[in-house]
């Protein structure tokens, strides 16, 4: 099994900033993509921010230009650098990790954070 275990969501006013962080432990060969997700009450879950174990990355057009994502590979570690918070921004944020269990990466497992929840305040 994989754990993620997220930290740092919170309540922030209009225009501040807040760090997620999230560590993935347990058994796996390699985190292939490692990524945020992003759920407000009544909507679909959608993707934040995604990269790759080679650091390339992708961001949904909502926070592109504010939001950075980043990873640790020595650590296992993905982070959300949050920027110009908006109300629109507020959402539980789930921490997802797609790993390889052996190196012919014949097949890559999901898994998910608890998530955590980021307020932005008006």
């Known amino acids: 099994q994989v754990q993620l275990v997220e930290s740092g969501g919170g309540l922030v006013q209009t225009g501040g900033s807040l760090r997620l962080s999230c560590a993935a432990s347990?058994?796996?060969?390699?985190?292939?993509?490692m990524g945020w997700y992003r759920q407000a009450p009544g909507k679909q879950r959608e993707a934040v921010a995604l990269?790759?174990?080679?650091?390339?990355?992708n961001y949904a057009d909502s926070v592109n230009g504010r939001f950075t994502i980043s990873r640790d590979n020595a650590k296992n570690t993905v982070y959300l650098q949050m920027n110009s918070l908006k109300p629109e921004d507020t959402a539980v944020y789930y921490c997802?990790?797609?790993?390889?269990?052996?190196?012919?990466?014949?097949?890559?497992?999901?898994?998910w954070g608890q998530g955590t929840q980021v307020t932005v305040s008006s």
């Open positions: 997802n990790a797609d790993v390889s269990k052996s190196s012919n990466n014949g097949a890559v497992f999901r898994y």
């Open positions: 990269t790759t174990s080679g650091n390339s990355t």
């Open positions: 347990g058994s796996f060969f390699s985190i292939r993509v």
